[in-house]
Structure formats: C-alpha cells, structure tokens
C-alpha cells in the first residue's frame, strides 16, 4: 500500500502562514489525486484542497481559497500545503489522502491516509 506521512503542524499566530508536506511512499501511479483534509474536535472531516499528481490542477474550499496553495514535486513524492494569512478557524487536524482515479471532494472518496498533523491559530 500507500503510506502518507504529514509533517509541519504546530502553533502559529493568526495572520501567519505554515507550510505542510505530506511524503508518499510505496506504490503510486500517475493518475493518483492527493488532499487535504482537516477535521476540528466535534465536527465532520472537510475538504482543503486537492491536486492531480499529473498536470498538477488543483482545486479549494471555498474558505481557503487565495489563502492556500497545494503543490507536489513529482521527483521527490511529496504534495505541500502552503497556508498563509491563517485565521483561528483553521485550527484543525490536516489530514493528507490520496486517491486512483483523479480528485474528489468527499473523505469516502480517498484510499489512503496520513496519521494527520495538528494546526493551532491563536488570536
């Protein structure tokens, strides 16, 4: 199988940025669309963001959208997550996931997980 590792959560400022990575190992294929996800104590898990591995189109929440950016570097198997002007509603756990068949929008849709990174925005 795929396995997703996340790194750079931590605690940050509102107005500030962080970057996230996610690194892929094993099996992958060209058509494969890496998320984000994030997901707050008491609520549902939500969409970020999500890139074609291939072509690199990408897609956002609403929320997050000139905000974020998504990018992959194809050679070293890695999707990053650009976050800046962080507000307090961010704050979440980051999930990155990927999926076969090109992107989606819905957990349900994705195949593998990584263990999830928190991301703190204080006021």
């Known amino acids: 199988q795929v396995q997703l590792v996340e790194f750079g959560g931590g605690l940050v400022q509102a107005g500030g940025s962080l970057r996230l990575s996610c690194a892929a190992s094993?099996?992958?294929?060209?058509?494969?669309?890496m998320g984000w996800f994030r997901q707050a104590p008491g609520k549902e898990r939500e969409f970020v963001a999500v890139?074609?591995?291939?072509?690199?189109?990408?897609d956002y929440a609403g929320s997050v959208k000139g905000r974020f950016t998504i990018s992959r570097d194809n050679a070293k198997n890695v999707v990053y997550l650009q976050m800046n002007s962080l507000k307090p509603e961010d704050t979440a756990v980051y999930y990155c996931?990927?999926?076969?068949?090109?992107?989606?929008?819905?957990?349900?849709?994705?195949?593998?997980w990584g263990q999830g990174t928190q991301v703190t925005v204080s006021s």
């Open positions: 094993g099996r992958t294929v060209s058509n494969y669309a």
């Open positions: 996931a990927g999926r076969a068949f090109g992107v989606a929008y819905y957990p349900r849709d994705y195949d593998y």
């Open positions: 890139i074609r591995w291939s072509g690199g189109s990408t």
